[in-house]
């Protein structure tokens, strides 16, 4: 009989006016997440390096306030509690995120150590995690014709169109079954 494993499932992408772009496709999918499981509505925490919470019995949901580039700081606070809430459970971390090297809602699952290219936010986490085992889940976002780095930022920095955000938060189906995968130990 395999026990299971209590996840902390964080969403990285960025605050405020760019909530809706292609970047923040991991906090579009969580939110989904959130409302298929039923939870409770994300609630600022203090403790959770003030990121916003929603737990439930298998799964916390956690999305990052910060800033994409800088959210690593955030994650491994959140990680830090959830640690120290865990009282020898078995734990896991997984990090939700947009990639662009998957076709747009396509969902492919990963070890943090695997490389984050050039995923800023991604750079953050594995720099403060400091060799600390962590799943990701990328979420397909499609990628510009140029491989330009101001090309690249202007299209994951532009709001999602309507098809887009459907296929994008059509990906939480896929990203749940992976999250009961991943739980199962």
């Not at 989904?32 to 990121?51: D, T």
């Not at 896991?92 to 150590?113: A, F, I, N, P």
């Not at 510009?144 to 990906?171: C, H, Q, T």
Request: aromatic letters at 6%.
């Amino acid at each position: 009989m395999s026990s299971s494993v209590r996840l902390l499932v964080c969403s990285i992408g960025n605050p405020g006016s760019y909530l809706n772009t292609l970047h923040s496709a991991g906090h579009s999918v969580l939110s989904v997440v959130a409302s298929a499981l039923s939870y409770p509505p994300f609630q600022k925490s203090r403790a959770f390096g003030n990121g916003l919470v929603s737990a439930g019995s298998k799964f916390t949901l956690w999305q990052s306030t910060s800033l994409m580039n800088v959210s690593g700081a955030g994650v491994a606070s959140a990680w830090r509690q959830f640690q120290k809430e865990s009282r020898g459970e078995s734990i896991r971390l997984v990090v939700v995120h947009d990639e662009l090297e998957l076709g747009l809602g396509q969902v492919k699952v990963k070890s943090g150590s695997a490389s984050a290219k050039g995923h800023n936010g991604l750079k953050s986490i594995n720099g403060l995690l400091k060799g600390s085992d962590y799943t990701r889940i990328g979420v397909g976002i499609g990628r510009p014709e140029s491989r330009d780095s101001d090309a690249v930022a202007s299209y994951v920095l532009r709001k999602m169109n309507g098809a887009e955000k459907s296929k994008i938060e059509g990906s939480a189906g896929k990203v749940v079954e992976e999250l009961r995968r991943l739980s199962e130990g």
